[in-house]
């Protein structure tokens, strides 16, 4: 179980394989994101988008499941996340779109409210198979520190 | 239909009413963000959530349920987001929670690239029964101009 102390700066993974399909992009979009580019051919045809495309809140959630299907083969001592900064959605995500996700450690530190935890920042990407960014963060997640009596490093 | 040309910085709205039901927490984490403080009561109450908590994803995709409502009642000609910044889940969302939103308009632009487009950024809060604030993010918005042909201002 990966814990702060094996948080290493600089470090990058490359995981996933997510096949976006049209029926999850209209129910996702349905219940979360009821947009016309979102649900109707004919009106996402007429924007920017140029077809149908899923909501970016539905790639966040995309991009999500990879990760966690990640920390299932790697388990981390994960505790969620207090947020992300310059989330930008790059190009559409379409059905029939493959996703995948490159991940790089930023910058890890100690906590120093809770010395249980360390925070660790992360720059995530998410790649279509054509190889093109279509969303991409600067995450930051907790995690539990293996020894939390030892001084902070 | 609300253009780029009607929308006023400094304008602030307050809408929306969703209930939190622990059914959709948990449908949502098994399908895009199955950690077990998401899932499990007993997990969660050993972690600092202190018991089982939504996704931070499934906050901001019924964030933008609630945006989405919101725009029905005041319709406007919207071509969803380049992206988000300084996205925060200030404190966890728990099944039983209602939320609400509120927003303002901080500045806006017509697009450089796209006559046709602008942009606008706004503070997006999401609102507990308590008032307490569980999410918070920048988000700048595209819209369509009414009037494309019209020099920018």
Redesign the interface.
């Known amino acids: 179980m990966l814990h702060f102390e094996d948080i290493t700066v600089g470090s990058t993974q490359s995981f996933g394989r997510y096949e976006v399909t049209r029926e999850e992009v209209t129910a ?1 979009a349905a ?5 016309c ?1 979102h649900l109707d051919d004919e009106a996402a045809a007429a ?3 140029g077809r149908l495309s899923a ?4 790639t ?3 991009t ?2 990879l990760m ?1 299907a990640n ?1 299932k083969t790697h388990p981390q001592a ?12 790059a190009k559409p995500v379409y059905p029939g779109d493959t996703l995948r996700v490159e991940t790089e450690v930023l910058e890890k530190r100690r906590s120093a409210s ?1 010395p249980e ?1 360390g925070l660790f920042r992360s720059r995530i990407r998410t790649l279509n198979q054509n190889d093109e960014v279509v969303l991409e963060m600067t995450s930051t997640g907790l995690i539990r520190v293996r020894e939390a009596e030892a001084a902070p490093a």
Do not use: I
């Open positions: 996702f219940k979360y994101d009821p947009q580019f924007t920017h988008f909501s970016g809140w539905h966040c959630a995309m999500m499941a966690v920390m994960g505790l969620g996340s207090p947020g992300v900064e310059n989330l930008r959605w809770r935890m």
